[in-house]
């Protein structure tokens, strides 16, 4: 196991995955990952410290989070060790919040395979985190993150996943928007299966992004 001394040593992305192509997905929005404490909302940052609360309390020694955007998890989980995978050029260089801490961020295309390694060898999480990142991706492309998601979970670690339910009502960059049974057929495809009690409890301490009635809310365990 990699111990919290070297998480971050030698991090790095080793099948050439990019960032190149991400501006042009047609789930991609620019503002979704920016996060700027001059004309943003700091509540949406304040809203982060009940999850923050709920995965400490599942006391991982690593959180990986997929389409972290701007991060606001990580602050609040801290000193616990965090790697966050993001698309978006821009979310480290907007974010003030995240001046010094970018060792902990990789900037990559979550629709193409990755693989993330260190001195250490591959990086496997306790807790994998994704938030209202999955109804942005085709078809195909959820099942190619699923592989890249699960690849990064040892046997018996957690995934804390959303997914919307609604397509929005303007610039509609919900790409795949499902039936939660649909979701979890998907999940069990990759090898996940949801832990009931700790999804309902996830959804109780959900932040600004998501909420009851327009997101379905999981906690998978990889068997």
């Known amino acids: 196991m990699v111990t919290a001394t070297d998480v971050y040593t030698g ?4 099948t050439g995955n990019t960032n190149r ?3 042009f997905y047609p789930g991609y929005l620019w503002p979704d990952a920016i996060f700027d404490l001059q004309t943003s909302n700091l509540g949406e940052f304040d809203s982060y410290e009940a999850m923050g ?19 606001h998890l990580l602050r609040h989980i801290e000193p616990l ?3 966050g995978v993001e698309g ?3 979310f480290i260089r907007f974010n003030q919040l995240l001046k010094g801490k ?3 961020f990789l900037s990559l295309d979550l629709s193409k395979p990755i693989r993330i390694e260190n001195e250490a060898g591959l990086i496997q999480a306790d807790v994998s985190v994704c938030f209202e990142v999955f109804e942005h991706f085709l078809v195909p492309d959820v099942r190619v993150l699923l592989d890249s998601i699960t690849l990064h979970m040892r046997p018996g670690s957690l995934l804390l996943a959303t997914a919307s339910n609604k397509h929005r009502a303007t610039k509609d960059v919900h790409l795949t928007v499902m039936p939660r049974e649909w979701w979890l057929e998907t999940f069990a495809k990759h090898g996940l299966t949801e832990e009931s009690s700790l999804s309902q409890e996830l959804m109780n301490a959900h932040p600004w992004n998501f909420r009851p009635g327009s997101t379905w809310a ?4 990889k068997t």
């Open 11 to 14: 991090l790095r992305e080793v």
């Open 21 to 23: 192509d991400v501006p």
């Open 53 to 71: 609360r709920f995965v400490k309390g599942l006391k991982p020694g690593l959180v990986l989070e997929w389409g972290c955007g701007p991060a």
């Open 81 to 83: 060790d965090y790697i």
């Open 88 to 90: 978006n050029p821009d």
């Open 102 to 104: 970018e060792r902990h």
């Open 218 to 221: 999981f906690v998978l365990r």
